[in-house]
């Protein structure tokens, strides 16, 4: 059974809007969450994380938010850009913090039209 | 600094054979990862280690597969005898407290046939 979930498999968005990644997960004991970006033939780049104390987290174009009651987090990037075109990976820790065992959704693949 | 080295880049073996991937993290990282990526899936842990030794080891096909890190440097994981569905990317992951997130290797890219 899958404990985190990206529902969406690709996401599109022109340059220069807001491009919305969600995940969903089911183990209420995930107490930190990490986003990764990925580009075809290279490994998963570490992008944000967010601790579950709190609700935001935001770096430049990138935002993570984290709803504990619905477990739900969403990363906004704003504006998209072209080089943004990648699959995003959602990845949530028990007691590990960003040091332990991973557990990763299927990613969403973004696509930023000029 | 160097990023997380990873030998062959693409394998492409029998089943039944054997097949050993390489991995080199980053210089002072204590803790070494490798993972499991599945063409359309989220990679899966295979196995922690801390220095040389296995922190986290219990996703491991142990009947299958191996691993090891002598030196608490470079890792190897090997798969005898492989199976069709053993076929994805191996992923090695290096990490350092104070440090947010994993560094991931490129991956290799198995086949098995």
């Known amino acids: 059974d899958q404990q985190v979930k990206q529902n969406s498999p690709s996401l599109s968005v022109q340059e220069g809007r807001i491009s919305i990644l969600n995940c969903d997960y089911t183990n209420s004991m995930f107490d930190y969450f990490l986003w990764y970006k990925k580009y075809p033939a290279e490994g998963p780049t570490f992008l944000i994380s967010?601790?579950?104390?709190?609700d935001k987290n935001e770096d430049g174009r990138f935002t993570v938010f984290l709803n504990k009651s619905a477990k739900h987090l969403s990363l906004h990037i704003v504006p998209s850009q072209p080089g943004d075109s990648a699959v995003y990976f959602c990845a949530a820790s028990e007691g590990g913090g960003s040091q332990g065992n991973l557990i990763f959704g299927k990613g969403t693949k973004l696509s930023v039209k000029p | 600094e160097a990023g997380v080295a990873q030998s062959p880049r693409y394998k492409i073996i029998e089943k039944r054979q054997s097949v050993a991937f390489w991995c080199n993290p980053i210089s002072g990282h204590a803790t070494l990862y490798w993972y499991q990526q599945i063409l359309g899936q989220g990679p899966k842990l295979l196995i922690q280690?801390?220095?040389?030794?296995?922190?986290?080891d219990s996703q491991l096909p142990k009947d299958r597969f191996s691993a090891e890190r002598l030196k608490g440097v470079d890792s190897t994981l090997k798969i005898q005898p492989a199976k069709l569905e053993d076929s994805a990317v191996y992923l090695c992951a290096s990490s350092s407290p104070g440090i947010l997130g994993y560094t991931f290797g490129s991956g290799t890219r198995l086949t098995v046939v």
């Open positions: 280690f801390q220095n040389n030794g296995v922190v986290d």
């Open positions: 967010i601790s579950s104390i709190k």
